[in-house]
């Protein structure tokens, strides 16, 4: 199996606090993990690229500052959503990779559904 | 021009019947193909991976993939309304310093009515 977990699996905050996502796969090692965000009707969208190990990767127009992601373990990546603000009400939702070289599957977190009054 | 593109439907479907669902891309290195299912309201979830030209089964799915057409597709036989769902198509090019990043297609809605 492939079993990829996110914590919380909701969350609601205050304008200008932080809130911090945790993806873990549970029955294998990813070195590297990736965080998407969907909006309501549309589709996936990556954020960023994160590498055991390493500073993550984000795509254009993407604020690193603001969207803080740490792959400190094998099986564990966190993003910390930063002073965050109405508009950053998303689903957010992790995929870790399997394999390497060609095989590449990526499996998905169940999701982070944020909320940002 | 879209890297990858599906017909975002919606595929309205008799259940029994077949489903079949279409996806162009462009990138003619591209070396991973899947096809992914989404509930409204749920992450995705890997339902077919192929990498070379042919056929792939898997129960009541049939991935097809044509390098050479640019061209994948995922047949659902037996359709049921379970399946109902979007079912979006995903390439990647393994290589290089993308880490296996996958580019998405806009995703094709499926309904299977009873």
């Known amino acids: 199996g492939a079993v990829v977990s996110q914590h919380p699996s909701w969350v609601i905050c205050k304008s200008g606090t932080s809130v911090k996502i945790e993806c873990r796969s549970l029955?294998?090692?990813?070195?590297?993990m990736f965080w998407y965000r969907q909006f309501p009707k549309q589709s996936l969208m990556l954020m960023a690229t994160?590498?055991?190990?390493?500073?993550?990767?984000?795509e254009q127009g993407v604020e690193k500052d603001k969207f803080l992601i740490n792959h400190a373990s094998l099986t564990l990546s966190t993003l910390t959503v930063t002073s965050a603000h109405p508009e950053d009400s998303s689903f957010y939702i992790c995929s870790a990779r399997k394999g390497g070289g060609f095989y590449n599957e990526q499996f998905f977190g169940p999701g982070t559904r944020l909320t940002v009054l | 021009q879209k890297e990858v593109e599906q017909n975002s439907g919606p595929l309205s479907v008799p259940e029994g019947a077949i489903a079949s669902l279409n996806c162009t891309y462009s990138?003619?290195?591209?070396?991973?193909f899947f096809w992914y299912r989404q509930y409204s309201g749920k992450s995705p979830e890997l339902i077919m991976s192929i990498y070379s030209n042919g056929d792939k089964e898997d129960g009541r799915f049939t991935a097809q993939l044509n390098k050479a057409s640019q061209y994948v597709s995922l047949l659902i036989r037996d359709s049921q309304p379970s399946d109902s769902a979007t079912y979006l198509c995903?390439?990647?090019?393994?290589?290089?310093?993308?880490?296996?990043?996958?580019?998405f297609g806009q995703g094709t809605i499926l309904t299977v009515h009873p």
């Open positions: 994160s590498n055991e190990g390493s500073k993550a990767t984000y």
């Open positions: 995903a390439v990647s090019n393994a290589g290089g310093t993308s880490y296996g990043k996958l580019t």
């Open positions: 990138d003619r290195v591209s070396q991973s």
């Open positions: 029955d294998f090692q990813a070195t590297t």
